[in-house]
């Protein structure tokens, strides 16, 4: 059972240069989140979506984009990638609906360590 | 809005020397509250959900408590295998977001 997947797990771009990151889940979660960490400052949210075709913004979404076209997929883009953005990037997915309980813990990837010169 | 600040930044303990990990939290109403392990180079990895005030959860030398304000991680007798950042999240009852403090680094020496 491989749970969250995360492509690639380190990157190096050059400023303005564009890319992908992506994640993938085998759990029948509805709800897939984007983090980014960096030193001093924990986990923040920069994207979420709580089903297939559906994203919605977190606390920092500037700079970034999302999709959700299958349940098990979440995709991060960069499309003109700034200093700013270098941090480790986590994805994350919960809630299994045949339990029906909301309160159910986030299950993490590994994380993709993304650095721009 | 919804807050959460972990004390200390860092730890750092003997091994079987027992201490606690405090996390303080100020949410609208409270859906859980969560602790993770997290090692260097890896994602979050789940240990305890606590759900209302009074409760408690165990897991081998660890032990989550939980009041109106804050929850405490007991360490009991920790081990070199320990060592890690501890970190400490909750969801509230208005959306599907989990807020996260920046962490509690534990160094147990041998």
């Known amino acids: 059972n491989a749970g969250v997947t995360q492509t690639p797990k380190f990157r190096v771009l050059k400023t303005g240069q564009s890319m992908t990151l992506l994640c993938a889940q085998d759990m029948n979660h509805e709800y897939m989140y984007w983090y980014r960490q960096d030193p001093g400052m924990g986990l923040r949210l920069i994207h979420y979506?709580?089903?297939?075709?559906?994203?919605a913004k977190g606390e920092v979404p500037d700079g970034y984009n999302v999709s959700r076209l299958k349940k098990q997929n979440f995709l991060l883009g960069l499309e003109s990638a700034a200093p700013s953005q270098t941090s480790v990037y986590f994805c994350?997915?919960?809630?299994?609906?045949?339990?029906?309980?909301?309160?159910?813990?986030?299950?993490f990837g590994d994380g993709t360590r993304l650095s721009i010169l | 809005e919804d807050q959460v600040t972990q004390s200390p930044e860092a730890l750092r303990l003997q091994e079987g020397e027992s201490s606690s990990l405090n996390c303080s939290y100020t949410?609208?109403?409270?859906?859980?509250l969560f602790w993770y392990r997290q090692d260097p180079g890896k994602g979050p990895e789940f240990l305890f959900t606590?759900?209302?005030a009074g409760e408690e959860k165990e897991k081998e030398r660890l032990k989550a408590t939980l009041t109106k304000k804050e929850s405490f991680l007991h360490i009991t007798a920790p081990k070199p295998e320990d060592s890690a950042t501890y970190l400490c999240?909750?969801?509230?009852?208005?959306?599907?977001?989990?807020?996260f403090g920046a962490g509690t680094r534990l160094f147990v020496k041998a």
């Open positions: 994350a997915s919960s809630y299994d609906l045949s339990t029906g309980n909301h309160q159910q813990p986030q299950h």
């Open positions: 606590l759900y209302s």
């Open positions: 949410v609208s109403g409270l859906r859980g």
């Open positions: 999240a909750v969801a509230n009852t208005g959306g599907f977001k989990t807020i």
């Open positions: 979506s709580v089903g297939e075709g559906t994203t």
